[in-house]
């Protein structure tokens, strides 16, 4: 079992930075993936970015490539998720999750099995 817990989530201006993180109770290297998604009361849950737990090779979803930074440090079975100059539109819960599953649907969401409780993010303008 692994439980994934958030954190970081606060109440920024747009133009601010942000950086959240997420522990996962995990033994070393037992994770393949760790992911992002987010969700507001209008839309589904969707794909943000994910990372490789070994290799570190990131997948970003196409609508917010390039704005994201996904990163991880192994010592501290730590994921992190790096956005700079945020906007309102960026407000949503941010959720983390986490597979120890080989897949190559890396921005699905049944592809994971561990989730977090989510972490509110509101940029105001």
């Known amino acids: 079992q692994v439980q994934l817990v958030e954190s970081g989530g606060v109440l920024v201006q747009a133009g601010d930075s942000l950086r959240l993180s997420c522990a996962a109770s995990?033994?070393?290297?037992?994770?393949?993936?760790m992911a992002w998604f987010r969700q507001t009361p209008q839309k589904e849950r969707e794909f943000v970015t994910a990372?490789?737990?070994?290799?570190?090779?990131?997948s970003d979803a196409a609508s917010v490539k390039g704005r994201f930074t996904i990163s991880r440090d192994n010592a501290k079975n730590t994921a992190y998720l790096q956005r700079n100059s945020l906007k309102p539109e960026d407000t949503a819960v941010y959720y983390c999750?986490?597979?120890?599953?080989?897949?190559?649907?890396?921005?699905?969401?049944?592809?994971?099995?561990?989730w977090g409780q989510g972490t509110q993010v509101t940029v105001s303008s």
């Open positions: 990372i490789e737990w070994r290799s570190g090779r990131s």
């Open positions: 999750a986490a597979t120890t599953s080989y897949t190559m649907h890396v921005d699905e969401k049944g592809q994971y099995n561990y």
């Open positions: 995990a033994h070393p290297f037992t994770l393949y993936l």
